[in-house]
């Protein structure tokens, strides 16, 4: 059962902005509204990495290649992940779950983002 459905991704050209959106399914959505939750990305042939979360409270993380540049928000039980001047470093499949202390459940489907230059 598809628990994190992410969307929002696309292609676009280096400069450029996308908005990704997740949902969380009714059977998790309490639980996701009142965690850490985050984005995470997988570029071709990289690890999985987390590039940004939010407290329940709504306190951000972001890693230093996206600090000023991606925002990360939540309203109750969807994520949102604004990304403006995006790089081409930035392509990647694009996930939301838990974060730490939180662990991720199954991963959704992600969402391409393709950055082009």
């Known amino acids: 059962q598809v628990q994190l459905v992410e969307s929002g991704g696309g292609l676009v050209q280096a400069g450029g902005s996308l908005r990704l959106s997740c949902t969380a399914s009714?059977?998790?959505?309490?639980?996701?509204?009142?965690?850490?939750v985050g984005w995470y990305r997988q570029a071709p042939g990289k690890e999985r990495e987390l590039v940004a979360s939010?407290?329940?409270?709504?306190n951000p993380n972001y890693i230093n290649s996206v600090e000023g540049r991606f925002t990360i928000s939540r309203d109750n039980g969807r994520l949102y992940l604004q990304m403006n001047s995006l790089e081409s470093e930035d392509t990647a499949v694009y996930y939301c779950n838990f974060a730490s202390p939180s662990r991720p459940i199954d991963w959704g489907q992600g969402t391409q983002v393709i950055v082009s230059s």
């Open positions: 009714v059977r998790i959505a309490s639980i996701f509204r009142t965690s850490r």
């Open positions: 939010i407290s329940r409270l709504g």
